[in-house]
């Protein structure tokens, strides 16, 4: 399955910002669906999954309250609904699919990944 993440911009801390992930190829159905962001200098953190057969999802501690994903089916796409956002959400942010055995919190477990859109929070 291909990703491809959009939706990043430029937003003032307390903004909300929605990226997508549509994915192509095949359908969502075999997958889950995990969100991750990385720094320069960092390790790619991860940030929420959700299982695509139920939408049951969980999220870091650092965004839990703030950011919430949804799916579409009809769309094969995912989203990450992100609000009141804070200068340290500032990332590039990925979506990555792992197969729908796999539900982890694990960059390594990650199958295919998308190439990235820029969150970038001002103060």
């Known amino acids: 399955v291909q990703l491809q993440a959009s939706g990043g911009g430029l937003v003032q801390a307390g903004g909300s910002l929605r990226l997508s992930c549509a994915a192509s190829?095949?359908?969502?159905?075999?997958?889950?669906l995990g969100w991750f962001r990385q720094t320069p200098g960092s390790e790619r953190e991860w940030v929420a999954r959700?299982?695509?057969?139920?939408?049951?999802?969980t999220y870091a501690d650092s965004v839990q309250g703030r950011f919430a994903i949804s799916r579409d089916h009809a769309k094969n796409t995912v989203y990450l609904q992100m609000d009141n956002l804070k200068p340290e959400d500032t990332a590039l942010y990925y979506c990555?699919?792992?197969?729908?055995?796999?539900?982890?919190?694990?960059?390594?477990?990650?199958?295919?990944w998308g190439q990235g859109t820029q969150v970038t929070v001002s103060s």
């Open positions: 190829g095949e359908t969502l159905n075999r997958y889950n």
């Open positions: 990555a699919a792992s197969h729908r055995s796999v539900f982890s919190v694990v960059a390594e477990n990650y199958v295919s």
């Open positions: 959700v299982r695509w057969s139920s939408g049951f999802a």
